[in-house]
């Protein structure tokens, strides 16, 4: 729909493992000043199991469509609304092109 109106979107990338649960109100007060029409949370590593937290805690704070962008299987939960699968795959584990 957005390629047929010629409509740009932006999304911005959250790492669990650098945002902090307490900064995350006061980061999308800013953000909704922005353009921004989209989050992804994810990244290379999440070693303190935070995405889902950071997730739920996102979700608490903006209407805006959250997609997870895992580069593990221990990144995701359903209580995003969408997730980036192919980034599972072109990720650097071959496990999950094999199994």
Same mark, same amino acid.
């Given at each position: 729909?957005?390629?047929?109106?010629?409509?740009?979107?932006?999304?911005?990338?959250?790492?669990?493992?650098?945002? /902090?649960?307490?900064?995350? #109100? +006061?980061?999308?007060?800013?953000?909704?000043?922005?353009?921004? !029409?989209? %989050?992804?949370? =994810?990244?290379?590593?999440?070693?303190?199991?935070?995405?889902?937290?950071?997730?739920?805690?996102?979700? /608490?704070?903006?209407?805006? #469509? +959250?997609?997870?962008?895992?580069?593990?299987?221990?990144?995701? !939960?359903? %209580?995003?609304? =969408?997730?980036?699968?192919?980034?599972?795959?072109?990720?650097?584990?071959?496990?999950?092109?094999?199994?």
């Amino acid at each position: 729909m957005a390629k047929k109106e010629s409509k740009k979107l932006l999304a911005v990338l959250i790492d669990p493992e650098k945002m /902090e649960v307490e900064n995350i #109100p +006061l980061f999308f007060e800013k953000m909704h000043q922005s353009i921004a !029409t989209h %989050i992804f949370v =994810g990244g290379s590593t999440d070693k303190n199991n935070q995405t889902e937290t950071i997730v739920s805690v996102i979700k /608490e704070s903006t209407s805006l #469509p +959250l997609l997870l962008f895992p580069g593990d299987t221990n990144q995701i !939960t359903n %209580i995003a609304d =969408g997730i980036l699968f192919l980034s599972l795959l072109s990720g650097r584990n071959p496990e999950y092109l094999i199994e």
